[in-house]
């Protein structure tokens, strides 16, 4: 079972407020990626990180999304200004290296009035 | 960049029946395969990891086939029971340097009945 911590489980914001969220991967595991699933069951990459490195990201990201792997505490993504189309769930996921299988959290269902 | 198509994306079975769940892929360079379930509320949970060298692979239950030649990735319950009951997604990544995000398919939704 996936040991990966994600907070909150649920988010409710408004349009144009900011929505954090974040995750604490699996002890050891240098590697995160955070993905978006709509309610279609589509999937989107966002971010990756190898320790606090950006290796990654979709220029979705670079735009209103922030997110950051600080030494010793949780990762984290942000949406700045959040907008309705941002209603998801956001998946974290770790991984022991880039070629290996990767684990998921939880998620953080956000949904944007 | 990479697509993944799978198919199909309802499938309901009687207990006991197999079902298969099939993705073609387009990347001739994708090198790492997995299977992922997603029960209601719940995140993915990983059943199986295939990689290029590796043709089947057999877990609890399934069958996980993969067909470089046609770029197919295929997975098989054998005897499904309701506890199989999940969205299944499969998910492609090259594996290579940074690029290594997953690219899923867009799920197949197994109804298992008793």
């Known amino acids: 079972n996936s040991k990966v911590i994600q907070t909150p489980r649920y988010l409710v914001k408004g349009q144009g407020q900011k929505a954090k969220m974040r995750c604490i991967p699996e002890?050891?595991?240098?590697?995160v990626f955070w993905y978006q699933q709509n309610k279609n069951n589509e999937f989107k990459f966002l971010i990756n990180?190898?320790?606090?490195?950006?290796?990654?990201q979709i220029d979705m990201t670079e735009k209103r999304f922030s997110a950051e792997c600080p030494s010793n505490s949780p990762c984290s993504l942000e949406i700045q200004s959040s907008e309705a189309g941002d209603s998801a769930l956001y998946l974290c996921?770790?991984?022991?290296?880039?070629?290996?299988?990767?684990?998921f959290g939880p998620g953080t269902r956000l949904t944007v009035l | 960049g990479e697509q993944v198509e799978q198919r199909p994306p309802h499938l309901s079975v009687r207990e006991g029946d197999s079902a298969v769940i099939t993705c073609t892929y387009t990347d001739p360079n994708s090198y790492y395969f997995f299977w992922y379930k997603q029960e209601p509320g719940a995140s993915l949970q990983l059943l199986m990891k295939v990689f290029s060298s590796t043709e089947i692979n057999e877990g609890q239950g399934f069958t996980v086939l993969l067909n470089k030649k046609d770029k197919r990735l295929s997975l098989n319950l054998t005897a499904a029971h309701p506890g199989d009951s999940a969205a299944y997604f499969c998910?492609?990544?090259?594996?290579?340097?940074?690029?290594?995000?997953?690219?899923f398919g867009k799920g197949t939704k197994l109804s298992v009945k008793s």
């Open positions: 998910a492609v990544s090259d594996g290579g340097g940074s690029n290594a995000k997953l690219t």
């Open positions: 996921a770790s991984s022991l290296n880039l070629s290996y299988e990767q684990y």
């Open positions: 990180f190898q320790n606090q490195e950006v290796l990654q």
């Open positions: 002890k050891g595991h240098p590697v």
